[in-house]
């Protein structure tokens, strides 16, 4: 009780979340209403146990259909405000946000509504709630490169609206070099670039020395996997790269065996790390605070390493120097 207090106090800054993972089977139930659409399920309470999955197909199968009720830019400004409205009520004072842009344009919905519904909201939180954030438009990797380099395209002129691009969804097959054309474009408008790389199959070590190595990716999603590799250690090391984190997806939809106690074994490896919530209305409603005391038990975070974390996210961030001065 006393560490829950300490991590609830500390101030904090998260990396690693996805507004549409956000999204809570309540909020489902009012943007289907207000939308005129039918869900097939009789409540919440059926909604919430139709969330189960074993692998990342899996989960991205219930995501991906969850996010269908998503049409309005007030439905984009609702979704934002409560996850930055839940950041602010937990002590997050600055976030990253990821968005799927290329699921909502496949839908009808266009850019404008979607990064101007969020756009209003970040704008909103800031002076109500004293939360700041930024925004991170992320390809969703199993569609077609080209199908990604359209919603680059079409968000480049919301691009003030954007801190950086990233990569997510189904990694099996799609490396981080399918879009090295995507994040060159990105890099040249001076945008930051970011990729998950959690593939839990022998290929990711190779995901892995493509982003760091190759593309020279600013952050690494995840990335555990790195444990298994002196040589990409030093990389990540010589480059101060930092990994963000989510014990929760890495203990759920990633099936990891239990013993594998990823957040230790980087901080043991002298890695630079964040932990992070991921999808959260999706992982029993745990955001940040919650995960933070999962993994301060799991495995055995001291008082002074809950700080580095915390610290560490401040220094990882592309936000303005003065404010990240007044964070440290
Ligand atoms: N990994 C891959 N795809 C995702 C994730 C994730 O952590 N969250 C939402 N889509
Ligand atoms: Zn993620």
């Known amino acids: 009780a006393d560490m829950a207090r300490f991590i609830a106090a500390l101030p904090k800054a998260e990396y690693h979340v996805h507004l549409e993972g956000t999204l809570e089977a309540e909020m489902k139930f009012a943007l ?9 399920f009789a409540d919440v309470a059926a909604m919430k146990a139709s969330y189960r999955y074993h692998d990342l197909p899996s989960f991205l199968a219930i995501y ?6 998503l049409r309005t830019q007030q439905d984009f400004y609702d979704l934002a405000y409560a996850y930055l409205a839940r950041a602010a009520s937990q002590n997050i004072l600055y976030a990253e946000m990821f968005f799927d842009p290329q699921e909502h344009l496949k839908r009808g919905v266009p850019m404008a509504a979607v990064i101007g519904g969020i756009t209003r909201a970040r704008q909103d939180a800031a002076a109500k709630l004293g939360v700041r954030s930024q925004l991170i438009l992320c390809f ?12 680059l395209d079409a968000g480049l002129p919301f691009r003030d609206q954007l801190v950086a691009v990233g990569l997510d969804s189904d990694e099996k097959d799609n490396p981080p070099t399918k879009f090295a054309a995507h994040f ?52 990540a090391k010589a480059r101060n790269l930092t990994f963000t984190v989510c ?45 933070l005391v999962k993994a301060q038990a799991r495995s055995a ?28």
Request: net charge negative.
């Open 32 to 40: 289907a209403k207000r939308n005129g659409l039918d869900l097939p």
């Open 64 to 69: 991906y259909d969850g996010m269908q009720v």
């Open 301 to 328: 975070l001291t008082r002074k390493e809950l700080v580095m974390l915390s610290r560490n996210a401040f220094n990882a961030g592309w936000m303005d120097e003065g404010y990240r001065a007044a964070c440290l």
């Open 140 to 151: 969703v990797r199993d569609l077609t490169a080209q199908s990604a380099m359209a919603a």
């Open 247 to 291: 014990p929760t997806f890495s203990g759920t939809v990633r099936g990891e065996a239990p013993p594998v106690d990823v957040v230790r074994g980087m901080i043991d490896a002298g890695l630079t790390l964040t932990i992070n919530s991921d999808d959260p209305a999706y992982m029993g409603s745990e955001y940040l605070n919650d995960v």
């Open 184 to 235: 060159a474009k990105a890099r040249a408008a001076g945008l930051k670039v970011t990729a998950h790389c959690d593939l839990n199959q022998k290929d990711i070590l190779d995901h892995l020395r493509q982003a760091i190595v190759e593309l020279q990716v600013d952050r690494i999603d995840h990335g555990g996997n790195i444990l298994e590799s002196p040589e990409l250690i030093a990389a």
